[in-house]
């Protein structure tokens, strides 16, 4: 069974960057999409980005471009986000999660455990 | 896109229908719409995909719906294992959620 494993919380100073991963496990690297979606502290959802792990190809949200780099390793089956200049406004849970076969997000149906990245001087 | 659930929280008692709207301010396409259902401490959980595909495992009370810019979860006969926050999904932009509260 396909599950997505994500790495530990993280604290990091503003200003600094941090990289978040996330394994398939039960799955291989193919053509859906792996997609990662944050959550502010009892805030609602926001889509940063998704990329084509078989291929490599991304899409990001206009927000978070050159805020986010979402990068894939077949070796492991793991993808990477990297979020940097970070600010107290990055404080969230990080979700990674299996999309489609379209880098135009419409359906999740597979999520991650989440990763709090927090953001505190 | 902007996209706008209502209600804000809904809180109805067991057996009854909940009925969520999500109304986006331009024309969509549907195949890209989704439910998701969120408990507290969960990760969202899909629900429904392009508008009316139930994910699997999904139980048949929820169903989906959608008509010009507005889609639609419809959850019938409730039970107390509903309670939850649903967002709606167009393409990039979630809805900013209805919380369900079972009496």
């Known amino acids: 069974q396909l599950q997505l494993l994500q790495s530990g919380a993280e604290v990091r100073k503003p200003g600094s960057s941090v990289r978040v991963s996330c394994q398939i496990s039960g799955g291989t690297f193919d053509t859906y999409t792996i997609d990662w979606v944050r959550q502010a502290p009892g805030q609602g959802l926001e889509w940063l980005g998704a990329i084509i792990p078989v291929s490599g190809a991304t899409k990001y949200a206009q927000k978070f471009l050159g805020k986010v780099t979402i990068s894939a390793e077949e070796s492991t089956t793991t993808i990477f986000m990297d979020l940097r200049s970070l600010t107290s406004e990055d404080t969230a849970h990080y979700y990674c999660?299996?999309?489609?076969?379209?880098?135009?997000?419409?359906?999740?149906?597979?999520w991650g455990q989440g990763t709090t990245v927090t953001v505190s001087s | 896109i902007v996209l706008t659930q209502s209600p804000g929280t809904l809180s109805l008692s067991p057996g009854e229908r909940a009925t969520l709207s999500c109304r986006a301010g331009q024309s969509v396409s549907f195949t890209y719409s989704a439910w998701y259902q969120q408990k507290p401490g969960q990760a969202p959980r899909l629900l429904i995909s392009?508008?009316?595909n139930r994910a699997a495992g999904v139980p048949d009370r929820f169903s989906g719906s959608a008509s010009g810019r507005e889609f639609t979860l419809t959850i019938n006969s409730l039970e107390p294992e509903d309670a939850a926050v649903y967002f709606c999904?167009?393409?990039?932009?979630f809805g900013q959620g209805t919380r369900v509260q079972i009496k």
């Open positions: 999660a299996r999309g489609g076969q379209s880098l135009t997000p419409g359906g999740l149906g597979v």
């Open positions: 392009a508008a009316s």
């Open positions: 999904q167009q393409y990039e932009t």
